[in-house]
């Protein structure tokens, strides 16, 4: 059973930076990443990574609403996945999720499994 456990997240202010990672998850799935649900809004997908099967690189996907802001990396020694938020926004306040995927590119439609969710709010 596989237990996605978020950690960080918190309040910021608008131009600030917020770390959220994820622990609890094996790298069998093809697709670890975050989502995120904005109040009275859809959840949708933020970032995803994965490992590269011809080499020790990783690959990496980015929503264009976080493109050159946000940045996904992965510590395989202790099986965690970070998201380094930068230039942080109102817009992006919203519950942000880990989730976990056999299916790559990840899409809400082949999540396997959830984390319970950190939220994050970017506020004066």
């Known amino acids: 059973q596989v237990q996605l456990v978020e950690s960080g997240g918190g309040a910021v202010q608008p131009g600030g930076s917020k770390r959220v990672s994820c622990a609890g998850f094996?790298?069998?799935?093809?697709?670890i990443g975050w989502f995120r649900q904005a109040p009275g809004k859809e959840r949708e997908v933020v970032s995803a990574?994965?490992?590269?099967?011809?080499?020790?690189?990783?690959?990496?996907f980015y929503d264009d609403s976080v493109k050159g802001r946000f940045a996904i990396s992965a510590d395989s020694g202790k099986n965690t996945v970070s998201l380094e938020m930068n230039g942080l926004q109102p817009e992006d306040t919203a519950i942000y999720y880990c989730?976990?995927?056999?299916?790559?590119?990840?899409?809400?439609?082949?999540?396997?499994?959830w984390g319970k969710g950190t939220s994050v709010t970017v506020s004066s």
């Open positions: 989730a976990a995927s056999a299916v790559w590119p990840l899409s809400i439609g082949h999540v396997e499994y």
């Open positions: 990574i994965r490992t590269d099967d011809y080499s020790s690189d990783y690959i990496k």
């Open positions: 094996n790298w069998e799935y093809d697709a």
